[in-house]
Each structure stands twice: as structure tokens, then as C-alpha cells.
């Protein structure tokens, strides 16, 4: 953390709103991320990162200096979302979502991004089948590269649920990966059959 | 070695002795199934660090602060709720209080009867001296003062309403917050 965020920690502590907005514009990004990632559709992390940092400001005092300030962030995210994803697994699948959802992110132009958002969005749909815990784990390990010592201070669990969930989530990616493999030469064989 | 021993090697990413990787390259060119298992998950580890991170929509803060501002207004809404519903409990057990003490609900009822006929009496009571009262001013009030007075009566309803009416946009605007 830089001297400024120390600074606007302190003024935002003191109940100086606009000091906290400095914060939320250093760490929207690793929030956003997370949310995303945990969520998969881009106005539910909206939403969750507003509520993280709503919850945040709101608990400023119960903050541990001595734990660095993302993680502490991050660790607000990572809860909020899995109570979300219990929820919505607990609640009827709302049709409108279901749209919302396939008719997510408009693809800008540039090449570049279109080959980043084609990985992006293949490891979204590989996150999407797991479960909010094992995920938040996953993602804390490979997108954040917390260890597993920090993603146990991160989500108070235990170091052996840390292990096997991490285990579950693994073999969930890579039974995904080889099921998506399987498919697309599938399609590539049914194409070929096709144009000759 | 068994083939479960292989598997955590492969997906539990342990720090392995040289002789285990060996052990491990040897199995994995024999046995297809954790070889699947291993290309997978090297795959998918690639994959993750490829992603691009999401980042919002811009304005992001901007939006904070005005989700902030909500909340604020929704926490004020909510104590002056429990603050309410407080008022409300002390009320309750006061008349509860009061009904035990006087005995019977039927003295109670009738107490509140009693109280609500004397308001009664009194409130027309009054009006009728304020019309007596002014049935015996003098009758030489000019008309011009007349019409003031009349004036100001209107100004007043016409306060009155616009502070109603705003009350009333305030309280829609509230809800807006609630339901949001
Ligand atoms: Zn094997």
C-alpha cells in the first residue's frame, strides 16, 4: 500500500467519504475481477464490487492493519459472492437472467481482444459449472496467486479444505477442458465430412 | 506405485524429487488415462493465465459514490423505522400497563370514549365562541382588510398543499431507493 492509500485509509476511517472513493478507484479493478469471475455475468459483479466496497467503508474499523488492504478486499468479495451464487442455486433460474446472460459483452473490435475474450469467456464457462466454494478457491489461487496459506486467512477455512477444494476444482477444469476438446473435434470431424 | 498416487502428483501440483518426476514421466507415457489428466490440467492452468482480468464499466467510482449515498439514505430510513416501530411498543405496553392497572378492558374502553366525546365537546365548543367572538367585532372593518385577510387565508392552504405535495414526492422518491 502506498503512502496516499495509507492517507485516504485514514481520512476515509475518519468518516471522510471521498477519501474512501480514492480507495475504490485503486482497487476496482482486482474487485471487479473476482466478482466476475465468481458471478460470470458482468452486471452481477457491477453490483457485488459496489456492495464490497459499500461493506468495506462500512466496516473500515474491524480492519486489521497488518493484513494487507486488497487481501482484506478481496476477502469481503470472495463472501459476498459465494452467499450470491447460494442464493441464486437456492432460488428458481429467473428466465430473464438466462438472457441477460447469453447476450453478455459485446466484443470490441481489435483482434488481440477478441483472442483474450475467447479464453476469457472459455475459462468463464468452465468456472461457471462449479460450485461457489470450490471456485472462490480456484480463482483466488490462479487469478489472484494468493497461497494457500493466504486464501485460508482469506476465506477462514481450514488448510485441508483449501487442499481439497482445490483438488475438486482442478479435476472439474481439466474434466471441462477435455470434455470442450472432445466437442469442438467432434465438430471439426462433422465440418470436414461436410465440405467434402 | 498406484495410479491414485499419480493423480495427486498431477493435480495437487506437489514439489517433486527428481526421481519422482522420472517416476511420474514414466507413467504418464503408459497409462493414457493420467497423461489426459495431466495435458488437461496444464490446459487449463494456461488458460487461466491467459485470461484477460474484467475490469467495469468506466465511471465505476463515480457510481460508488452514488450507490454510497443510497445506502446512506436507506440507513436513515431504517432507524427512523425502528424508531417508529419503538414508539409503537412503548405505546402498546403503556395502554397495557394502564388496562392492568384499571382493572378491565370494558374501564379502559370506555375511559378512551370518555376522553374522545370531552375532545369532542370541547373542540365545538371553542368554535362557537371564535363564531361568537367574531359575530360581536365591530362591523367596521373596511373591505380592503377584508380581502387581505382572505388573502393570507389562501396563501396559507396554498402552503400547506405544496408542503403535502412535497412530502409526498419525497416519500415516492424513498421507495424508489427501497425497491431499487
Ligand atoms: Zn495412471
Keep these: ?196 | 506405485m498406484n495410479h491414485k498416487q499419480f493423480e495427486s502428483w498431477i493435480l495437487d501440483e506437489h514439489k517433486l524429487s527428481d526421481s519422482q518426476k522420472a517416476d511420474l514421466l514414466i507413467h504418464l507415457a503408459a497409462c493414457p488415462k493420467c497423461s489426459q489428466l495431466d495435458t488437461g490440467w496444464q490446459a487449463s492452468r494456461k488458460l487461466m493465465k491467459q485470461a484477460a482480468a474484467k475490469t467495469p464499466e468506466p465511471g465505476f467510482s463515480v457510481r460508488w459514490q452514488a450507490f454510497a449515498e443510497k445506502k446512506c439514505q436507506m440507513k436513515v430510513i431504517r432507524r427512523q423505522r425502528v424508531s417508529i416501530f419503538m414508539a409503537l411498543v412503548v405505546v402498546f405496553f403503556l395502554s397495557l400497563t394502564y388496562m392492568v392497572a384499571s382493572g378491565s378492558f370494558l374501564h379502559m374502553l370506555a375511559d378512551i370514549f370518555t376522553s374522545a366525546t370531552t375532545l369532542l365537546f370541547n373542540m365545538t365548543k371553542g368554535l362557537s365562541s371564535f363564531g361568537y367572538w367574531i359575530g360581536h367585532m365591530p362591523v367596521v372593518v373596511p373591505l380592503a382588510v377584508g380581502f387581505i385577510f382572505f388573502g393570507l387565508i389562501n396563501a396559507f392552504i396554498l402552503v400547506g398543499l405544496f408542503t403535502l405535495w412535497n412530502i409526498r414526492q419525497r416519500k415516492l422518491q424513498t421507495d424508489e431507493i427501497k425497491t431499487d
Aim: aromatic share 8%.
Design chain 1, 1 to 196: 500500500m502506498t503512502n496516499i492509500e495509507a492517507e485516504c485509509l485514514t481520512l476515509a476511517l475518519q468518516g471522510n467519504q471521498d477519501a474512501f472513493t480514492q480507495i475504490v478507484d485503486t482497487y476496482q479493478n482486482p474487485v471487479y475481477n473476482l466478482c466476475y469471475r465468481m458471478l460470470g455475468n458482468p452486471q452481477a459483479a457491477e453490483d457485488a464490487a459496489q456492495e464490497t466496497f459499500w461493506r468495506a467503508y462500512s466496516n473500515l474499523k474491524r480492519y486489521d492493519p497488518e493484513r494487507p488492504f486488497a487481501t482484506w478486499l478481496l476477502s469481503i468479495a470472495a463472501h459476498h459472492c459465494i452467499d450470491q451464487q447460494r442464493r441464486k442455486r437456492l432460488m428458481t433460474v429467473d428466465l430473464d437472467e438466462i438472457i441477460e446472460f447469453s447476450a453478455e459483452d459485446p466484443a470490441p473490435n481489435p483482434e488481440k481482444v477478441i483472442v483474450e475474450s475467447e479464453f476469457s469467456e472459455e475459462i468463464q464457462r468452465q468456472l461457471n459449472g462449479l460450485n461457489e466454494n470450490d471456485r472462490a478457491v480456484l480463482i483466488l489461487r490462479y487469478f489472484y496467486e494468493l497461497s494457500e496459506e493466504e486464501i485460508c486467512q482469506t476465506l477462514q477455512i481450514s488448510k485441508s479444505a483449501v487442499k481439497s477444494r482445490l483438488h475438486r476444482a482442478r479435476q472439474h477444469m481439466t474434466d471441462q477442458w477435455t470434455t470442450s476438446q472432445e466437442s469442438q473435434a467432434t465438430e471439426r470431424r462433422q465440418h470436414e465430412s461436410q465440405t467434402i
